[in-house]
Structure formats: structure tokens, C-alpha cells
């Protein structure tokens, strides 16, 4: 600090110094700021002092100035004399003497400034004797020590009440006395002080009586405090505080109790703030530290239990013994050391006075005071009164009384609660203490818990202020707060207390589940670790539940639920979570599991749901096997666990929903399991792959018979649980959004979950995500009111382009929509105008369609490319896609399937004896509504469905366009609709197949069927390699129905044109847009449909074989799938069937070991095919095999469009897709190599166009021909109709023999293998270079069509002069029918002598035999075996070559094979001759009266035309036939046959070989004419066609 003396001042005292000086001084004691002034007039003094004591000023100046001082400052004196005391120490130390000299003049130079006494009191006793002030200082400290202890230790009070027994009996009798009268403290304070004065009474003894007497007077409070309060100003602060110590420490031996009324004693003085509880704290006991380690203690002592609780035990009888002794230890050790923190803490709490009592919680560890039971019960009475107004006002439940709780008597306990803000400023705040201790007062829990639902009531309730609404929000936290610490952990302490639960979950049910949930979480998870006493309570309920767990079965469901439900009222967190665990592992527990939970209450079943969506969401549990390849068994176990109790007990879906949503959000599609699961149990929508066709025709009707007859589970009474789940749906708007993410996470599936995973894991994944979608939607689309389906699902272009929603799956979600949509508008329609005929019905229906359906047209053509529209009209994409089955077919057989097991049932009921009657009456009744029901919703579904079509018939003329090629339009339509649709669901394939024959059916034009049908048919190895397991079964699904509509066709010639004949969907003219149908030469006929079928066949024989030889898993697996959906109508082909057969052995062989799932498909299929093996025929009976005349086929009937092998004609007239025509023709020529194809002579086919050039005359006897079969067949073909069922089916059996017979016929023949061989050539150059330029197969088409006008030209010829014999011959015809019907034996000479050929005759009866072989069922077998061996008898001895059946054992084959081999050379010989002569007669008779058409307008004709001799015939590739109508002519035929005919049959079969031993081109034409004439046994014209036409090329 600067010197406030300059040196200059001293120098120059006199002159200036000294006025300077006082100036200073003046100026410092008038300074406003007190302190500083006092300190620097305090340094001013010393300096000027210090300069006298060294000298550099004399000590009377310094003197004289003091004295001028002296008077600015009341305190100057003072002031002087600390700094002298200062001076004084500082130089008594120095060595100078001078300075201590300067030092005492200038004291005694000042004493008349400062008083004796200041610096008697000041300065030291030496100093004091140096000035004279005192004589001797040693004296003067002994008088100070006497004084001292005078004043300090000699009594003067009585401290004891026998030293002065009057005074204190006097005190006593003062305070004890009656004080209800006008006595003041007051007045009683004067008596003591007297009392104190007059006997010498110590005060401390007096006010450690008046607490006495307060302890034993509690109800004076208001006497006492005021007196000890006024006693108090008496004595030193910390007196009272000493005293009442002094009180606790005299009990705190360890035997000593202290008494409650010193605690409340305490507690109100605290209270009135008399002391301060820091001050009393540190003379209670026990210390902090030892309550510390005692909580710690329990902690490890509760870790230890549970450890007991979790070890396994073997020797039981020991451990009891433990136990007890443990027990009795434990009591032992019960009764605690007196606390008095927590008596002072109990004592606080009861009167009051919460924030001392608080800040003594603070001090010790979380929650240990109130695990106290005294304190808990108290701190619970603190809040039933501060809680008491509130709880009135809003918390009483209507008709409950209540008992009203009275406040406490001092003003200073917490402020009653009257409204929500403030119960949570006061009541929140105690309960948190409380934590869960408050299960010590159910009452108090249970008024809380209405509070918090009052609140919530407010909290929902809108209309609030900004400030309120955040005021309601800071208080809906805390009430979430006080759930997680102190409702839910009480609760877990409470004694199974249903009501409690039941309370709780009133208030609950206000919260969100996501507040739920997290309070659950938090519960199970948290709240357990936190309190020893918790820590225990969760190892006992898992013991327990143990116990239960081991115990329960399906027989004592209901004992083991009660104690479950006992269990779970307090604990159901743990509970659960422990039953869970289990059901992971067995799922065998699920069953009772389930039924053992209806004990439980409302908030359990909440937890439930909490516990399974963790348990589904474990982190650290795999969702997959260790394979890799399937989902693991216990997420299976508990999607099935979810399904059962949600359907069964009414907990909330939301949760579980929004998880499955979170998953797919995530990309995780596992969980969808358990969508899927609950979904199928709650709303009784199942979906399965393994759907029987019945119950696929009844998922085809309304939805009655959908429940009745469509599921494997019938799963009843799904109303309440389906309602239950569709207002959770709609509720949490999680409809549409779990539909999107589950079309979306389709795709994602394969391409951003897949990754690493097993393929077998991706496609059960994309499966399991596509069949809930399916599933789900069918649940939407049966549940959702219009309304609400019309409000969620937005417009199809909107689904598709903004949501991405594949499209199949956006068409799937808007169906229901449209369905809805026309209905509704229908019904309006309907309504506006009552006209009720049915013209005027359909044509409203029709109007609501196109008013629905328009807004869509418009919207699909965003979908797709604008050259997509070129060829199929967004009308007709939009019809293919918004129709379902419904509206197609009704399924009669279903309905009545169902009403009859009604009839069944309700006979079984009247028959029941021991029903009781009223019940009987119920159940019939239940019964007759059901079916009721049923034949109204067929009723219903008939006019639909004929209104449908109505619709259809109107629109079908603008569907395709086909403004490209009738092919690519056939792409598109098979691109857009039917493949992305028949793998959509098994309803969905039916669909698919239906359709295609609907648009068929229709005769909708520009729809190709055999193109259709024929991409379907052709190349399935990529369609079939791209699908996921179900989907490969829905696929063969639609293949089954596509193969069983081919196969009624190929089975009955009379089904063929009545169904296909007249339809442009058999027009082999591509180029021609309009239809007149007139055209016959146009249309396929019959038997090369039925070439076709078999090219299909064989088509579906080597794609099958392909993937079956891939080693592929996926491939191997789907084609199995498939060929087991399609085993109904395929293969029917003997050598095809053994081909497949030969693979699947080999598959079996090889995957035993390496992939069984692999091996039990492939057994599987192979023990099916073995069964059906029976049924399968030669392929010569399959359609008409013709030897390999290859010289007479030109190159051009192996063309088929795009190789998908239609007739030459469509290929070369319209398309010409050169590439495909190479590679088909490639294709084809290895298959004829192969011998399972043999292609037909050009001469069959020309024939049928020229005779129906020429007029109708053929047409017509072959018209005649054919009623006469049908009526003789009809009878048999209706009973054959009804009792045959169409998987029973022979025509499989002929492959084996086929192979041979080709060889055969070959070796015969030498100088034709010559000629065939030259044939070859060609076109085995172009097998071998596929993918050749046009040009050179446009050359060989070209050669070889010369080849086939030229012939064609002489078939023509033949035909005309063979018209005329016709009649003779159906004649002739007739007769040989009625003998067989007679079935007498004529001798086979009779035919000989007809003026028709022999191998005429023959062949038509020979086309009868073929005809019953194709139809050869199991149940004509055993007859037919016998007619064929009198057959046999009978052939070889008329020398004819015998071609055997198929029933004959190949050794019987072959032997008779060998014979006939020689004797066809001569019979060809002497059968040439023989035709020859015929000929020529009747070309004389007949030539001119046939020659209408000129031969080259004919030839014309077929230039045009494309027609190639055996254009037709292009398709004859593949395998499939219809068991169903094959058995009507198989029984038709049985009836009419006889020995004679079968003969005759049997010598055309033979003639038909020794033909092969003459020339090859009269001996393919003999072949041709003899199909032909096979024909005609059906119907007359073509029979004389072929005949003519073999004789003119002979």
C-alpha cells in the first residue's frame, strides 16, 4: 500500500507538513465509505507515529497534531490505541533502543488523548509499568487470573433438584399445573425467572425440566413452544440443542430404547426452528457410515438368496434343515439396534414437518428409511392428508362414501393439495420417497392411481391454453415418473392383489402403449435390480413360477392357471417372461399355456403383449437355425403362442402390430411369422399350399363357404377377435402401411435382406412375406367396410408409382376396392329405377362397371410402357386383374358338398339318443340357418357371375388389339397378367387357367389359344427355376389346370369341336384379323390338336428332366412341386412317364445322404407316379404316330412361332420369327431322333382343306358318321360322366412300345432308310448350326413345299373319285357296328369282299379299338385283357400282323412282333394289288362327278395358305390327355365292340406296319390314309378322304 505520509511532509513540517497532515486526516473521516476510512486513518496514525519512533519527527509535534486530530472521529481514541498496541509489540522486539525510548515518549506524550483503562486493556503489562500507568505488572496478571476464575468457574446456581428441593418442586408444580384456564407461557416465564432468581436454580437444569415436563404433556404443543421459544432469548443459542443430545446420548446403550416422546419432542422443535438439525444430527445414532455398510449388507444378503434360490439342489431334506435354522437366526437378528435418525425421522413425518424430515432421507441411501415400515406407514399418512381435498374433489368413484381423513392440527405441515399442480409440487415429491414401499398402504395406492385417472381424464380432454397445455404436460411426465418408481415397484411388493392390478390398469388404459410398454420395460428390466427387497421378491416369483411350470398340463389347466393368475397380479413382468422362456422350448406347452391364462387381469394381459414383442425382439436370440436355411424353432414357437392368446383374450394389438411394421420398416421380414400367425387365429384366414381342389373351389364362393369348407382348421367364432383386430388396425392406421411394406419388402427379401443367406432361407422368407400379404389383405378385404377400404387404399397408379407397390400386389389390395365400389353404385342404380327384369339389371350392372372401372382404365396406363397398349387394351388388363374366381364360375359341387354334410350333421343329431332335446333343437337350428345361408349365397353368386359375363361378352371385342402381331400380344398377356398372377395365391392360379379358357370361350378376337397354350406349355424350365417353393406349387397348380382343359379336349373328338372347332383360338392363320368362322380349312382339326398335345407333352417331359438334371437345389425342388400338382393329366405317356420315371429314381439315389428335404420330395412324387403308372398308355394311342417319312416333311412344319411350335401356316403367313424358327425346328428334329416324335405325312393334312373347298357333302356324311357314335356312346358317356373322376386315367402306358416300333418298322425297310437318310441330311445340318441365317431354311422350306403341292394336288384327285363309294361305305359301316353291338363273331372275310378296301373298313374299327384303348380305365381293365387275347387268336390266324395292347406283357409283345414282321412284307404286297384294282374302278365311275375345284386352284389355295402337307401337324411335340372323357369312350366302345371288330381293329394295326414294308412314300401314304380313315369311324368324310388320297399316290 503507497505511503499516504510523503517524506516531504516531514522534511517540511512546520511550513506545510503539518497542515497537510491534518488535512488528510479530515478528508478520511469524512469519507461516506466507513470501512475504507477507518483503515487508511489507521495507517495515516502509524505513519505519522512511526517517523517519531525512528526519529525523523520529535514526539510533541506528532503530539500537538494527534491533539488537532483527536476530534475528527468519535472512535479517534481507539483507534490510536491499536496503533500504539501495534507499535508497542513491533518495538519491544527491536535491538535499537533509541526507537523503544522515541516509542514510550510519545505515549506519555499522549495519555491525555487516550484513557487509562483503552490502553490498560491494550498494551502489555511491562510496557503499562514502563509509562507508570501500573505499579507492577506481575501483580496485576495475578489479579487478572483471580478475577477469572471467579467470574468463570466458582458455582453460583443449583444444578442438582436435592440441592435446592424447594426451588425445583416450586419449578414443577408451576409447569404441571392445569393449564386450560387463562395461563399464558408468558405469565409461567416471569414465575420461573423468579423461581431462578430467588433459589439460585441453574437455567440449563430449568429448561431441561420444561422439556421433561413437555415430553410427558404432548398435547400442550402451544403452551411449551411458545415458553421454551421465549426461555430460549435467555440463553446461548446452542444450549437447547446440547441439552436435548445430551437426552438421546443417554440412551444409546445397546439395551436402551429411546422414547417416542423425545422424538416428538425433538420433531417440534425442529419444526418451530427452536434448533437446527445439523446441530442435533451428530448426537444421534448410528453414524452414516454404519448405515451405509447395513444397506449394503442387504444387497449382497438378497444376492445371496437369490443365488440359494437359482442353484440346483440335490439332497432336499438337508437344505429344509438349513432353511430352518437360517429361519431362526434371522429372527434372531430382527429386532434392530435403536435408530434414532429414523425415530427423529418417524416423529418428523407425524407431525409434519415433511422438509426436515426430507433432508434427513437425503442423508441416507435411496429408499432405506422407508423400507422401514414405521416411516413407510407414516410418510403414507403424510400424503393420505395432503392428498385428502384434491381426492375428494376428483378421485372418489361414483357411489363410494369414503371416510373423509381430518388434517393435521399444526399450521405448519405440507399445504393440502386442491389441484393438480399442486399435488405435484407437494404429494409428488413425498410418493417418490416412498418408492415402492407404498404397497405397505393399498388404500393410498389406490387413491393415487384414481388421481392419476382423473388427471389423465383432464390430461385427454382438449380446449386448454397454451400454458395450461404445458403445465399439463410437465405434470403427465411426472405422473409417468411416479408410475415407473413408485406404482408398478409397489405393486411387485403387494400380496397378489387383483384389484390393485385391475385399479392400475384404469389408469393405464389412458396411456399409449408406447408409455405402457416403456413403464413395462422398465419395470422388468430396472426396477427389480434396484431394492433388496425387489431383488428377492423376483427370485421367489421365478421359483414359483417354476414350480407351476413343471406341473402343468393339458389335464390340470385350471389349478396351475389359479396359481398363475395368483402369481401374476404382483409379478407378471418376471412371470411371463419365465413362461415365455419356456414356450420358446417346447412348444408342446403352448396348448395349456394358453388355456391356463384366463386368470389373469387386464394390466397382465397388457404385459403380456409387452413381454412377447421382447422376447420377439431379443437381440442376442438368432432368428435362424444353424443351418441357415430355416427360421429357428423359437420365434415358430411364439408366433403361434401370439395367435392363440390374442385371439383368445382381449389384449391390445396395437404393440405387436406396429413392431411387425417396425421390422418390415427395418427390412426384417422373420417377424412377419407372427403377423401371419395372428391374423390366421384371429380372423380365421388361413393360407396354406396345401389346399385340396375342394377346398379351392369352396375358397371360390361367398364367405360362408369360404368359412365352411375353404379352411383345414375350422376355426369358429372369429367375429370378436377379428373385430378386435381390425379396430387396432384402423385405430393405429397400420392397414395400408403393413400392406405396402409388406409388397415392398417382397423384392426386398431377395435383394437387400437376402445377402449372404441361404437361397432355401431367402424364398421361405419371400414366401412367408407374400403369403401374409395375401392373407392380410384377405383379412382387410373381408373385414374393412367400404368405406373405410375406399378412404385407406389409395388409386392403383398412386400405389404403384409413389408407394412402388409391385403390381400384382397393388391389384390385390385394390380388388375388394373395386368389388365394393360396383356394388355399391349397383345397388343405387338399382334403387333409382325399380325396373326388375333381368335385361335391365345386367345392363345397371354394367353401367356401374364402366363408371368404377373407367377412372381405372385411365390409371393403368401409367403402369406400363405406352407400346404395351399397342397390342392388349388397358380395359382388358384392368378386367384381367380387378375379377376374381367369383365372378367366373360358381362352385355348385361345393355348395353342395356343404349343404349335404349339414344334411348328414342334422341327421347324426336326430339320431343322437343322449342329446339333450333343447340342444338337439339348437343345434338343428344352427344347422338349417348354415345351409339357409349357403344355397341363398349361391343364389347369389349365380346372377352375379351372370352378370359378369354379360360384361364380358360387351367388352370383349375392344381387349386386344393386337395392332403388332397376334404373338406379341399373346407375350404381353402372358408377361402382364397371367405369370406375375398364377403365382400370386392358389385362387389366383385357378384364376389364371379359367381366364385364359374364358377369353377362349369368349371368342374373343386376336386371341390366339393355341399360342396361349402353347407358351405356357413350351419352356417352363426358367419360370419354373425363378420360383420360391410356394410359389412353384401355385405355379403347378396352374399348370393342372391348364393341362385338365388340353386334356378334355384331346379326349373326345366331340368335345374338340364343340369347345375348340368353330373358335379363332384355333385358327392356324395368324395373318387373318377377322374371324368368320366359316373357314374350316383354317382351323385345327382334331387329330392334329391332339399331335399338338403331345408335342406339349414331350415339351414338359424334357423341361422336367432338364432341371431334374441340373443338380440345382431350387430347380430340382420346384420341378418336383410341380410335376406333383400336375400328376392328374400328366404324363400320360408311357415312355415320357418312364423317362421321368428313370430321373426321379436317380434323384432319390443321390440326394438320400446329401439334401433330404430333396430326397422326401423325390420319394414322394416317385411313389405317385408308380401309382398312376397303370393309367399311362403308348404314345400311339395318345394321337396318331406316323412312321418317319422325313422325305415327304418339309422343313417348314417344324416352324412354330418364337419356337413355341405353332403350324407352319401362322409362321410362314405372319410373323415369321425367323430366329425361333430355326431354333424350334432344331429343336424338333432332335426329338423326332430321338423316336418319341414321329411326324405325319403332308397328304393327312392337305386332304381336310380341299374336301371342305368342295362342298358340304363329305362334312355331311362325316356329320352323319359322328351323331351316329354319339348316340350309341351317350347313355354310357353320361353314366361314365357321373362316376368317373378325373384323375383315374390309362392313357400312359404306350411309350416303351412306341421305341420299339419305330426301329423296327426301320429294319424292314432298307432301300426307305436309304431315302430317309438322304432326307436327314438337311435338316440335321440344321440342328447342328441352330442359329443359322434365314436364307437357308427359307430354302429348304421352299424346296420341300414343291414337294408337298405336288402331292397334295394327287391327294385332291383321289379325293373326288373317291366321294361317291362313301355312302356304300358307311353303309358297309353300319353293318359291322350292329354286328359287333350283337357282338356276334363274322368272320373278318365278309369286310374282305366289300367293295371298299379291306384297309378301309378295318381301320375305322381299328380307330374304335384305339379309341377304347386311349379311354382304357382300371375298372374295364380285366375284360379288356380277355377280349384282347381272343383278339390275338384270331389275328395270327388270319395272318394279320398284330399290334398288341398295351395290357399284353412285353415277351407276348415281342414275340408276336417278331412273326408279324415277316408276314407284313407279303401282306403289303398282296393289300397294293388289291387297292390298286379298286382305284382304278372308281376312278372310272366317280372321276368327273367330284371335280368341282380344280386342281390348281387347290394348289393355290395351299400357297397361300402356307400349307404344307403336314403344317398342321408342326405341333405334334408333347404329352397330356383327359382321363374323363377317354373313359366315356372307353365304355362307349366296351359296349359296342366285339370279337369281329376287335379283330378287325388289330389287322388294320398290322396292315398299317406292313405298309412300312413297301415303299417308303405309298407306305407313309397308306399310313395316313389309314389315321384317316380312323377318324371316320367317328364321322364318315374323312374316312373316304384318306383313302382317296393313299390311292391316287399309290
Known amino acids: 500500500m503507497a505511503a499516504l505520509l510523503p517524506a516531504e511532509w516531514i522534511k517540511n513540517w512546520e511550513k506545510g507538513g503539518k497542515s497537510e497532515f491534518v488535512q488528510l486526516c479530515r478528508a478520511l473521516s469524512e469519507n461516506k465509505n466507513h470501512d475504507v476510512g477507518f483503515r487508511d486513518i489507521q495507517q495515516a496514525l502509524y505513519e505519522l507515529a512511526y517517523h517519531v519512533v525512528r526519529g525523523n519527527l520529535k514526539h510533541d509535534q506528532a503530539s500537538n497534531v494527534l491533539g488537532d486530530v483527536i476530534e475528527f472521529r468519535e472512535d479517534m481514541p481507539s483507534i490510536l490505541a491499536d496503533v500504539f498496541c501495534i507499535l508497542d509489540i513491533e518495538t519491544s522486539c527491536l535491538e535499537e533502543k533509541n526507537k523503544r525510548d522515541h516509542f514510550t515518549q510519545l505515549v506519555l506524550a499522549c495519555l491525555y488523548l487516550v484513557s487509562d483503562t483503552v490502553l490498560k486493556e491494550r498494551l502489555d503489562p511491562e510496557t503499562l509499568e514502563s509509562l507508570g500507568l501500573i505499579k507492577q505488572s506481575q501483580q496485576f496478571n495475578q489479579k487478572s487470573v483471580k478475577i477469572k476464575t471467579k467470574l468463570f468457574y466458582k458455582q453460583q446456581k443449583f444444578n442438582l433438584l436435592r440441592e435446592e428441593n424447594e426451588g425445583y418442586a416450586k419449578l414443577i408444580a408451576e409447569l404441571g399445573q392445569d393449564l386450560s384456564g387463562s395461563i399464558t407461557s408468558d405469565l409461567i416465564l416471569e414465575n420461573i425467572k423468579s423461581l431462578i432468581g430467588c433459589f439460585n436454580l441453574d437455567p440449563n437444569r430449568v429448561l431441561d425440566i420444561i422439556l421433561e415436563v413437555y415430553e410427558c404433556r404432548p398435547e400442550y404443543d402451544d403452551f411449551f413452544v411458545p415458553l421454551i421459544e421465549s426461555y430460549m432469548y435467555m440463553c446461548e443459542p446452542q444450549t437447547l440443542c446440547h441439552i436435548l443430545g445430551f437426552k438421546f446420548k443417554f440412551y444409546q446403550d445397546p439395551s436402551g430404547e429411546t422414547p417416542s416422546s423425545l422424538y416428538r419432542v425433538a420433531a417440534v422443535l425442529l419444526q418451530h426452528n427452536l434448533i437446527d438439525l445439523e446441530d442435533l444430527y451428530v448426537h444421534l445414532l448410528p453414524g452414516d457410515n454404519a448405515i451405509m455398510e447395513e444397506h449394503k449388507r442387504e444387497i449382497v444378503e438378497a444376492k445371496q438368496i437369490v443365488r440359494k434360490l437359482t442353484m440346483v439342489v440335490l439332497s432336499s431334506e438337508k437344505t429344509e434343515e438349513k432353511e430352518k435354522e437360517k429361519e431362526k437366526e434371522e429372527e434372531k437378528t430382527e429386532k434392530p439396534p435403536d435408530n434414532q435418525k429414523l425415530g427423529l425421522l418417524e416423529a418428523l413425518l407425524k407431525i409434519g414437518d415433511w422438509q426436515h424430515a426430507q433432508s434427513i432421507m437425503d442423508q441416507m441411501p435411496p429408499f432405506y428409511s422407508t423400507s422401514h415400515k414405521a416411516i413407510a406407514v407414516a410418510l403414507c399418512q403424510l400424503v393420505h392428508v395432503t392428498i385428502e381435498p384434491l381426492y375428494r374433489r376428483v378421485g372418489v368413484p361414483k357411489g363410494a362414501k369414503g371416510s373423509p381423513i381430518s388434517s393435521l392440527p399444526n399450521k405448519r405441515a405440507p399445504k393440502q393439495a386442491e389441484s393438480f399442480e399442486e399435488l405435484r409440487k407437494e404429494v409428488f415429491n413425498m410418493l417418490c420417497y416412498l418408492g415402492p414401499h407404498l404397497s405397505h398402504d393399498p388404500i393410498l395406492f389406490a387413491k393415487v392411481v384414481r388421481l392419476g385417472k382423473a388427471f389423465m381424464k383432464e390430461f385427454q380432454s382438449d380446449g386448454s391454453k397454451q400454458e395450461d397445455k404445458e403445465k399439463m404436460e410437465t405434470l403427465f411426465s411426472c405422473l409417468l415418473s411416479i408410475t415407473d418408481q413408485v406404482l408398478l415397484p409397489s405393486l411387485s411388493l403387494m400380496d397378489c392383489n387383483a384389484c390393485m392390478s385391475e385399479e392400475l390398469w384404469g389408469m393405464f388404459k389412458t396411456f399409449p402403449y408406447q408409455y405402457r410398454y416403456r413403464l413395462y420395460g422398465q419395470w422388468k428390466n430396472e426396477t427389480y435390480n434396484s431394492h433388496p427387497l425387489l431383488v428377492k421378491v423376483k427370485a421367489q416369483t421365478i421359483d414359483r413360477a417354476k414350480y407351476i411350470m413343471k406341473r402343468l398340463t393339458k389335464e390340470n389347466v385350471k389349478p396351475s392357471g389359479r396359481q398363475i393368475g395368483k402369481l401374476s397380479h404382483s409379478n407378471p413382468t418376471i412371470l411371463f417372461d419365465y413362461i415365455l422362456s419356456q414356450i420358446q422350448k417346447y412348444d408342446n406347452l403352448i396348448t395349456p399355456v394358453v388355456d391356463s391364462l384366463k386368470y389373469l387381469t387386464s394390466l397382465n394381459y397388457d404385459v403380456l403383449a409387452y413381454c412377447i414383442i421382447e422376447a420377439l425382439a431379443n437381440p442376442e436370440k438368432e432368428r435362424m437355425k444353424h443351418d441357415d436355411t430355416t427360421i429357428s424353432s423359437w420365434l415358430q414357437s411364439l408366433a403361434s403362442f401370439c395367435g392363440a392368446v390374442f385371439r383368445k383374450y382381449p389384449i391390445e394389438l396395437a404393440g405387436l402390430l406396429q413392431y411387425v411394421a417396425n421390422q418390415l420398416k427395418a427390412g426384417k421380414s422373420f417377424d412377419l411369422l407372427i403377423l401371419k400367425e395372428v391374423v390366421q387365429k384371429m380372423a380365421g384366414i388361413e393360407i396354406t399350399e396345401e ?89 382387410l378385404a373381408s373385414n374393412l367396410s367400404t368405406e373405410d377400404y375406399i378412404k385407406r387404399v389409395p388409386s392403383i397408379d398412386v400405389l404403384c408409382n409413389e408407394f412402388h407397390t409391385p403390381h400384382d400386389a397393388a391389384f390385390f389390395l385394390s380388388r375388394p376396392m373395386y368389388a365394393h365400389h360396383i356394388s355399391s353404385k349397383y345397388d343405387e342404380l338399382k334403387k333409382a329405377e325399380k325396373g326388375n327384369k333381368q335385361q335391365h339389371k345386367v345392363h345397371k350392372y354394367i353401367t356401374s362397371c364402366e363408371l368404377v372401372m373407367a377412372p381405372v382404365h385411365e390409371a393403368v396406363i401409367s403402369l406400363h410402357l405406352p407400346k404395351v397398349w399397342d397390342d392388349i387394351s388397358p380395359q382388358f388388363y384392368a378386367t384381367f386383374w380387378s375379377l376374381t374366381m367369383y365372378d367366373l364360375a360358381v362352385p355348385h359341387s361345393s355348395y353342395d358338398r356343404e349343404v349335404n354334410k349339414l344334411k348328414v350333421q342334422m341327421k347324426a343329431i336326430d339320431d343322437n339318443q343322449e342329446m339333450p332335446p333343447n340342444k338337439k333343437k339348437k343345434e338343428k337350428e344352427r344347422c338349417t340357418a348354415l345351409q339357409d345361408k349357403l344355397l341363398e349365397e349361391e343364389k347369389k353368386q349365380l346372377e352375379h357371375v351372370q352378370r359378369v359375363l354379360q360384361r364380358l361378352k360387351l367388352e370383349k371385342d375392344n381387349w386386344l388389339l393386337a395392332k403388332s402381331t397376334k404373338n406379341e400380344t399373346i407375350t404381353k398377356f402372358l408377361q402382364l397378367c397371367i405369370f406375375p398372377r398364377c403365382i400370386f395365391s392358389a385362387i389366383d392360379a385357378v384364376y389364371c387357367a379359367h381366364f385364359v379358357e374364358l377369353v377362349h370361350q369368349q371368342k374373343t378376337p386376336n386371341f390366339s389359344t393355341l399360342l396361349c397354350y402353347d407358351r405356357v406349355f413350351s419352356d417352363i424350365i426358367y419360370t419354373v427355376a425363378s420360383c420360391t417353393e410356394n410359389e412353384a406349387s401355385r405355379y403347378g397348380r396352374f399348370l393342372c389346370c391348364m393341362l385338365e382343359t388340353v386334356t378334355r379336349w384331346h379326349s373326345d373328338r366331340v368335345i374338340y369341336e364343340k369347345e375348340c372347332g368353330n373358335y379363332p383360338g384355333f385358327l392356324t392363320i395368324l395373318r387373318a384379323t377377322g374371324f368368320d368362322g366359316g373357314n374350316k380349312a383354317d382351323q385345327l382339326d382334331y387329330e392334329n390338336f391332339r399331335h399338338v398335345v403331345h408335342k406339349w407333352h414331350y415339351k414338359l417331359t424334357k423341361a422336367s428332366v432338364h432341371c431334374l438334371e441340373t443338380g440345382e437345389y431350387t430347380h430340382i425342388r420346384n420341378i418336383l412341386i410341380v410335376l406333383t400338382k400336375i400328376l392328374p393329366w400328366y404324363p400320360k405317356v408311357l415312355n415320357l412317364g418312364q423317362a421321368l420315371e428313370r430321373r426321379v429314381h436317380k434323384i432319390c439315389q443321390e440326394e438320400k445322404e446329401k439334401r433330404p428335404d430333396l430326397y422326401a420330395l423325390a420319394m414322394g412324387y416317385s411313389g405317385q407316379l408308380k401309382s398312376r403308372k397303370p393309367f399311362m398308355i403308348p404314345e400311339n394311342e395318345f394321337h396318331h404316330k406316323d412312321p418317319p417319312a422325313r422325305n415327304a416333311v418339309p422343313a417348314t412344319v417344324q416352324n412354330g412361332p418364337g419356337g413355341a411350335g405353332m403350324p407352319t401356316s401362322l409362321t410362314i403367313n405372319t410373323v415369321r420369327l425367323e430366329e425361333g424358327t430355326t431354333e424350334d425346328t432344331a429343336d424338333k428334329l432332335k426329338e423326332k431322333s430321338q423316336g418319341v416324335v414321329k411326324v405325319i405325312n403332308k397328304t393327312v393334312n392337305a386332304t381336310p382343306k380341299v374336301t371342305t373347298s368342295n362342298g358340304n357333302s363329305a362334312s355331311n356324311s362325316k356329320i352323319i358318321k359322328e351323331k351316329d357314335d354319339k348316340e350309341k356312346s351317350g347313355k354310357e358317356k353320361d353314366k361314365e360322366k357321373k362316376d368317373k373322376t378325373p384323375a383315374a386315367t390309362p392313357e400312359m402306358k404306350a411309350l416303351g412300345k412306341d421305341g420299339k416300333d419305330k426301329p423296327k418298322e426301320e429294319r424292314a425297310n432298307k432301300d426307305e432308310k436309304a431315302r430317309e437318310i438322304k432326307e436327314k441330311t438337311p435338316k440335321s445340318d440344321k440342328e447342328k448350326e441352330k442359329v443359322k441365317k434365314e436364307e437357308k431354311a427359307s430354302k429348304e422350306e421352299k424346296s420341300k413345299t414343291v414337294v408337298t403341292i405336288i402331292e397334295s394336288k394327287s391327294t385332291a384327285e383321289k379325293e373326288r373319285e373317291k366321294e361317291p363309294s362313301r355312302e356304300r361305305d358307311l353303309a358297309k359301316e353300319m353293318k359291322s357296328k350292329e354286328n359287333a353291338k350283337g357282338g356276334e363273331k363274322v368272320p373278318v372275310a365278309g369286310s374282305l369282299k366289300s367293295p371298299v378296301p379291306r384297309s378301309e373298313t378295318s381301320e375305322s374299327e381299328r380307330e374304335q379299338k384305339r379309341r377304347k384303348v386311349d379311354t382304357h380305365s382300371s375298372p374295364s381293365h380285366s375284360s379288356t385283357v380277355k377280349d384282347n387275347l381272343n383278339e390275338l387268336k384270331d389275328s395270327s390266324a388270319k395272318h394279320y400282323i398284330n399290334h398288341t395292347t398295351p395290357t399284353l406283357s412285353k415277351s407276348k409283345e415281342r414275340e408276336v412282333e417278331k412273326k408279324d414282321l415277316d408276314k407284313s412284307r407279303e401282306r403289303s404286297r398282296e393289300r397294293e394289288k388289291k387297292d390298286e384294282k379298286d382305284r382304278k374302278d372308281r376312278k372310272r365311275d366317280h372321276s368327273n362327278s367330284d371335280r368341282e375345284v380344280p386342281q390348281d386352284s387347290t394348289k393355290r389355295r395351299k400357297e397361300e395358305n402356307g400349307t404344307t402337307g403336314s403344317s398342321k401337324h408342326s405341333k405334334s411335340e408333347s404329352p397330356s390327355d383327359s382321363p374323363r372323357l377317354n373313359e366315356k369312350e372307353k365304355e362307349k366302345n366296351k359296349s359296342k365292340s366285339s370279337g369281329k371288330e376287335k379283330g378287325d381293329s388289330i389287322k388294320a394295326e398290322k396292315m398299317e406296319k406292313s405298309s412300312s414294308g413297301s415303299k417308303k412314300e405309298s407306305r407313309h401314304d397308306k399310313e395316313k390314309a389309314e389315321k384317316k380313315e380312323k377318324r371316320d369311324s367317328a364321322g364318315g368324310k374323312e374316312e373316304k378322304k384318306h383313302h382317296k388320297s393313299s390311292d391316287k399316290h399309290r
Open 691 to 779: 389346399m385340396t381342389m375342394e377346398q379351392l373351389e369352396a375358397m371360390t364362393g361367398g364367405e360362408q363357404l369360404k368359412a365352411e369348407g375353404g379352411y383345414f382348421g375350422q376355426i369358429r367364432n372369429t367375429k370378436k377377435s377379428s373385430q378386435r383386430l381390425k379396430d387396432a388396425l384402423l385405430d393405429h392406421d397400420l392397414a395400408l402401411p403393413l400392406c405396402l411394406l409388406m409388397a415392398q419388402q417382397r423384392n426386398g427379401v431377395v435383394f437387400q435382406e437376402g445377402g449372404e443367406k441361404h437361397l432355401k432361407l431367402v424364398g421361405k422368407l419371400y414366401d412367408q412375406c407374400h403369403d401374409t400379404l395375401v392373407q392380410f389383405g384377405g383379412f
